[in-house]
């Protein structure tokens, strides 16, 4: 995204070492529900989140620096990552999954958060929205229908209808958010 059309949180959402940074967590929850399922060993998952590498730029570049061996963004990942946590503990990461519950499950969890701020935005708007419509509620202005004039109304008027939209657009969103924020893994 261009930089001018994002604010900086909506930006750290979309970055790269966000989205590594979820393919991981995705990866040490997985292990960790394997191991209360007993087909990995509590040791082994414990050892994975205690080992593993942190995500910051280094860590992506050696991520894009292995892809450009595997020609597979995941597989450089996995590899990346098992290497990092070592032993027989790293060899856990990516058991019983497949790229695509990572890969989907991670863009999930960045949709679910973009969209929390997004909700966070309409709320400040519709207060905003509210606020003027109640300063000015007795503001006559013209009306318009058909794009002509029309009785007169008052400005109040008009932006609590603004305010109005916005919170069904707000609901809709909601509603959108908690559906994609429920995320599964098939193998």
Known sequence: MIDRYQTPEMALVWSEVSRIGRWLEVELLATEAHATLGIVPHDDAVACRSSAPTVDEGFVASVMAREEITQHD????????????????????????????????????????????????????????????????????????????????????KVALWALQFDRDRHRLRAARDAIAVMKLSG
Request: contains cysteine; hydrophobic residues 45%; proline residues 1%.
């Open 74 to 157: 995941v597989a450089a990942f996995v590899d990346v990552v098992q290497e990092a946590i070592g032993g027989t503990a790293g060899s856990w990461i990516h058991y019983g999954l497949t790229s695509t519950d990572v890969v989907d499950t991670g863009l999930c969890w960045a949709m679910r958060d973009a969209a929390d701020l997004l909700l966070s935005a309409i709320d400040e708007l519709i207060d905003q929205l509210v606020t003027t419509a109640k300063t000015h509620r007795e503001t006559v202005m013209i009306g318009r229908t058909h794009g002509v004039h029309a009785e007169p109304t008052t400005f109040g008027a």
